[in-house]
């Protein structure tokens, strides 16, 4: 079955920048999304089709697109970024398509 | 504003049976695709079914098919999660959550998620 596979965790301090990687061998092929979720509440989707970002979320979220690589990069980092991050892509191998997510990376604001 | 409100969780004995229901506002219901993903605890996203928004079509992840039966009502902006034969690997918080196109694919992601409703399958 097809893996999206990101690091178990990322911290850095205030002020920072924060990179979380997430990769697959489909995602040459398909986007790649980025869900925020805090502990006790539902994600919310901070970058779309690689590097696009829905209306009100803050400039310092970014995605970018390299080969079978995506990352999301914060700019920036605030205590209140503190949160898991799944990235989310699809695979279309098999009858009909998968929504596949990553296993989800604990950024830690120090 | 949109809203997605899960209902219909709790505790279940292995090989029970359980519906989710999720009532939506706020948006076209009728227009948008509708997945279910769940989260065990402590680990992370699991897509579990999607429809699409006339309800014609229904996909499932191969963990749950034959098992799970997903179904909407358009005139009540409800979709729902029918759960039978449930496992201890089932425990989950569910998720419904709002696709951005009509029909599910390969492009399909999700703009709006609801709190989410635990299920527990336990004896």
């Known amino acids: 079955s097809y893996e999206l596979t990101q690091p178990p965790s990322v911290s850095v301090s205030p002020g920072q920048t924060a990179r979380i990687t997430c990769s697959g061998d489909?995602?040459?092929?398909?986007?790649a999304y980025w869900y925020q979720q805090k502990p006790g509440q539902a994600p919310v989707l901070v970058i779309y089709k690689d590097s696009e970002r829905p209306s009100g979320i803050p400039e310092r979220f970014s995605g970018s697109s390299s080969g079978t690589t995506v990352t999301l990069t914060i700019s920036g980092v605030q205590a209140e970024d503190e949160a898991d991050y799944y990235c989310q892509s699809a695979d279309s191998s098999g009858t009909y398509p998968y929504v596949v997510f990553g296993g989800g990376t604990k950024l830690t604001v120090l | 504003e949109v809203q997605l409100l899960e209902s219909g969780g709790g505790l279940v004995q292995p090989g029970g049976s359980l519906r989710l229901s999720c009532a939506a506002s706020g948006f076209t219901f009728s227009s948008y695709a509708m997945s279910w993903v769940r989260q065990a605890p402590g680990k992370g996203l699991e897509w579990v079914s999607a429809i699409s928004g006339s309800g014609g079509s229904t996909y499932y992840a191969d963990s749950v098919k034959g098992r799970f039966t997903i179904s909407r009502d358009n005139s009540k902006n409800t979709l729902y999660l029918q759960m039978n034969s449930l496992r201890a690997e089932d425990t989950a918080v569910y998720y419904c959550?709002?696709?951005?196109?009509?029909?599910?694919?390969?492009?399909?992601?999700?703009?709006?998620w609801g709190q989410g409703t635990l299920v527990t399958v336990s004896s």
């Open positions: 489909a995602l040459p092929k398909q986007y």
């Open positions: 959550a709002k696709d951005l196109f009509l029909d599910y694919g390969d492009y399909s992601y999700f703009d709006y």
